[in-house]
């Protein structure tokens, strides 16, 4: 347990779930999409649908997308930010089975037409828990360095990602692998410590049974 653990982040309130977090699950959306958004569709489940009105969810994601921190005093005034600056979003209330009930889906599209999509849940404190990417389960908290390398299910991948890291000397946190099928298209999911350069993105990107990587920074 950290210290953040104990007494939660430096924030702008009411509630570090419903603002605090949901700042949080903002800005790893906007740091998977990797470019600005011109567009956002946020669906919320749960407490969040019903009451993020009231204790300024709607602000805090917001907030999130546009890149802002937990603290910042501009959060109260994002909505109107984002309209000045041409985001174009919209708020939908919704029931997500199985959820969390503090789970916010956050879909964005960039100008160049990128999109992603991203689920994840305010779990109490600021803390946060990333469930879904694009169409992958996935179960990332944010507080570390995350590498998310798509690629096909062919033998020696894991090997080739991972030699790579020890070349550089990056320490492996946590590992995990999801694929939806044998031979299908897997997904490796690498927390480490500490931060890499763009290098190491390259790097693993070369690979041709490679089809995205991305590096996500601790939030």
Known sequence: MDAFDIIGPIMIGPSSSHTAGAVRIGKYAGSILGKKAVKADIYFSGSFAKTYKGHGTDKAIIAGILGMETDDARIRNSIEIA????????????????????????????????????????IGGGNIIITKINDTEVNISGKATTIIVHHRDVPGMISDVTNILARRGVNIGR???????????AVMIIEIDGNVDEGVNEAISSFPNVTASTILKAI
Request: glycine content about 12%.
């Open 83 to 122: 309209a000045e600056i041409g985001l174009d979003f919209h708020f939908h209330e919704v029931d997500i089975d199985g959820a969390h009930p503090n789970t916010a889906l956050i879909e964005l599209v960039a100008e160049d037409g990128k999109k992603v999509s991203v689920q994840g849940a305010s």
């Open 175 to 185: 590992f995990e692998l999801r694929r939806s099928q044998k031979g299908g298209i």
